[in-house]
């Protein structure tokens, strides 16, 4: 068994034209990347207080406030556990490339700034 607890923690980086990517492409480079590097982790960044919602989120109620506030834990949330609350509400890796890219659509206010960052 490797020894893993002198590793340095891997971060996802964001391949040229993340922001750019159709909501598929990005899906899959997120998804690769995860399967890639086993226990990831999601860590809210600092732009990110603690027990609020990205500014993409509009309200605080509903599906994706939900998925969104998971995403906030300030130890971090493994993907595992938070693509099980996502799917208990309808989303999963598109919430997650959301966070990545800063929003759900390239409208978004803040899209371009990640709200999490993902660490292995």
Do not use: C
């Amino acid at each position: 068994m490797a020894n893993t607890k002198n590793q340095t923690p891997v971060t996802f980086e964001a391949p040229e034209g993340f922001a750019d990517m159709p909501l598929a492409a990005a899906t899959k480079a997120v998804a690769a990347w995860v399967v890639a590097n086993p226990n990831v982790v999601i860590k809210p960044t600092e732009a990110l207080a603690e027990g609020n919602l990205p500014p993409y989120i509009r309200k605080p109620t509903g599906k994706r406030a939900t998925i969104n506030y998971a995403l906030n834990a300030p130890e971090g949330v493994t993907v595992r556990d938070f693509l099980q609350v996502a799917a208990m509400h309808g989303g999963g890796y598109t919430d997650l490339v959301a966070a990545l890219q800063g929003g759900y659509s390239r409208s978004s206010k803040a899209w371009g700034k990640a709200y999490v960052t993902l660490q292995a």
